[in-house]
């Protein structure tokens, strides 16, 4: 399979581009007789779906294509990294990675193997979830319920999609997020939806990241024989990212949400501000790092970063582009 460039794809991002910035709006103020002005041309994304296979024919599994995004304008130093959920792939969350790249940031999609559910794997076992986190990281074995070995962990396929992307499109700058051939972690905001968010979170205690940005997740929680819920052992501990650089954002009916805000606390982010409702408030929300909304939608787990599920407004917009947009710094 060949890298596919989708120059529709990049046409649909510069739509949303000039949706979201509102341009157009109010129309020309040129007086009359004078020359018309040239509209401002938007320099289009590039966009690639990768195989996993194609970066490196050792991949075993999760053959679901990545996608990466090189913005039209790069403005931003950071690549956003996204790891998707239970059973989905980087093309669930489209509108978030074209949000991201339409803020001037690199974008990358990660498959990864993520079909089995890592709350269904460990249970009420406190101890169970940072060996499976670390394995599906790294590929070190230190689990035999979710065996992931090095080749088709989240480490060699980002690695050898960043070396592709790179060799392939070497004008576009993915080169700046390499170190060696090794990912250069500090200049990562690293993302995830539900498992994928747990995922990063706990790749942050082992690399420094730019940033650690949580959807619907971290969900490693865990019921005492008190009745009484507790994070996972891994969520409290110190690690190399710092707690000022975890964010999370949650639904108020998701049915995981009294887990998932049981671990933000777990990972210091009550440290900076009260959890706020985005729906009445706007960016920067406080300083906050924990975000909620209890807008009405149909999927409330999946409707923090999913397409089809997160809602949009009026011209397509996604309602929370500038959440994403504040919690990747951007």
């Known amino acids: 399979m060949t890298t596919l460039h989708h120059r529709a794809a990049s046409l649909a991002l510069v739509a949303i581009a000039l949706a979201v910035a509102g341009c157009g709006a109010g129309g020309s103020s040129s007086a009359p007789g004078a020359p018309a002005a040239t509209p ?17 024919p050792t991949i075993t599994t999760a ?85 992931v070995g090095p080749n088709d962990a989240i480490l060699n396929r980002l690695t050898k999609l960043l070396l592709f992307l790179d060799a392939h499109f070497p004008s576009e700058g993915w080169s700046a997020f390499l170190s060696g051939n090794a990912p250069r972690w500090s200049s990562i905001v690293l993302c995830g939806g539900s498992q994928g968010a747990g995922e990063a979170a706990a790749i942050g205690k082992v690399v420094t990241l730019a940033r650690v940005v949580q959807l619907s997740g971290t969900v490693d929680a865990v019921n005492l024989p008190s009745g009484r819920l507790a994070p996972a052992t ?77 809602p949009l407004d009026a011209n397509g917009v996604p309602l929370f582009a ?9």
């Open 322 to 330: 500038p959440v994403w947009r504040y919690m990747l710094g951007l």
């Open 234 to 310: 891994w969520v409290g501990m110190p690690g190399a990212t710092p707690t000022s650089a975890y964010y999370g954002f949650d639904h108020t009916a998701d049915q995981f949400h009294a887990k998932i805000v049981l671990d933000w606390t777990a990972l210091g982010q009550d440290a900076f501000g009260p959890r706020t409702l985005v729906d009445t408030s706007s960016p920067p929300y406080g300083g906050s790092h924990e975000l909620i909304t209890s807008l009405p939608v149909a999927n409330p787990h999946a409707s923090t970063v999913g397409d089809g599920a997160t």
């Open 63 to 147: 053959f679901e294509s990545h996608i990466a995004i090189a913005p039209g304008r790069a403005t931003s130093p950071v690549l956003v990294v996204y790891l998707p959920g239970t059973g989905g792939s980087p093309a669930g969350a489209s509108a978030f990675l074209n949000v991201s790249a339409n803020a001037g940031a690199h974008a990358i999609g990660l498959m990864y193997p993520d079909v089995l559910a890592i709350l269904e794997d460990c249970g009420d076992d406190p101890a169970c979830y940072f060996p499976i986190r670390l394995q599906k990281f790294d590929g070190v074995s230190r689990s035999p319920i979710d065996a």
């Open 40 to 56: 401002t041309q938007v320099p289009l994304n590039s966009v690639h779906t990768v195989s996993p296979a194609q970066t490196d």
